[in-house]
């Protein structure tokens, strides 16, 4: 864990990753996938998949079928997993404690704050809900809006550009390596949040330069750095 002041206070922007960084949805997603890919006839086995949360289906689909497959497959395959999400689990998502305190924190300090996701708008519309920030002025960049998705830098480039703020003075805030990842290609340090189950070494490796358990820890820090 990391006790130094967040790299988040040096920041004109701070952009957030949603699932597993401000919403408890990791192994949703996973299990939606699992379930997915053997209705197409693919046994898949739900900790490989599980790895792979962070990226857009355009970037985990490939993971596990050829080429050929995803051109033949591919699209219907999202479409399911996009039905099982709506239907099975979109109603359990909850947010992680300490979101809506940070946010209100950064806001008050005068920082843009920007949600930058994989996910489809209209899930992005529910994790807002479940994480109690939907009634906040929040910049807002889903898998619609660029041509790839993590670990590609596209997504955190559109949310740079809608910010208006430059890259050196941005910092992500995310769960998986591929946010890390996506960060550094687009420029931006990433603080690294260990609810959406991927350690610490991951998350360094890829990146981060500090490490917090969830959105509360890193509010704590906030609030204690003044």
């Known amino acids: 864990m990391n006790i130094q002041k967040p790299a ?28 997915a890919f053997a209705e197409f006839g693919r046994d898949v086995a739900f900790d490989a998949i599980r790895s792979q949360i962070g990226k857009g289906g355009d970037q985990l689909l490939p993971v596990f079928l050829s080429a050929d497959e995803v051109d033949r497959e591919g699209e219907q395959l999202e479409a399911f997993r996009s039905d099982l999400i709506k239907r099975d689990y979109l109603p359990k998502v909850r947010g992680f404690p300490g979101v809506r305190e940070l946010f209100d924190a950064l806001l008050a300090r005068g920082v843009v704050v920007a949600l930058g996701s994989s996910a489809k708008g209209e899930e992005l519309e529910v994790y807002k809900k479940a994480a109690g920030i939907d009634d906040l002025d929040l910049v807002e960049v889903t898998s619609e809006d660029a041509e790839r998705t993590k670990p590609h830098p596209d997504i955190f480039s559109v949310a740079i550009e809608k910010t208006g703020v430059p890259a050196a003075r941005t910092i992500v805030v995310g769960d998986s390596p591929y946010d890390a990842e996506a960060a550094g290609k687009a420029g931006v340090r990433t603080i690294g949040l260990l609810c959406g189950g991927f350690d610490e070494a991951t998350l360094r490796e890829a990146g981060a330069v500090q490490i917090y358990r969830d959105p509360s820890e890193l509010a704590a820090a906030v609030r204690k750095a003044g």
């Open 8 to 35: 988040l206070l040096d920041a004109d922007a701070v952009i957030f990753d949603v699932d597993g960084t401000l919403v408890d949805t990791v192994d949703f997603h996973a299990e939606a996938w699992r379930r």
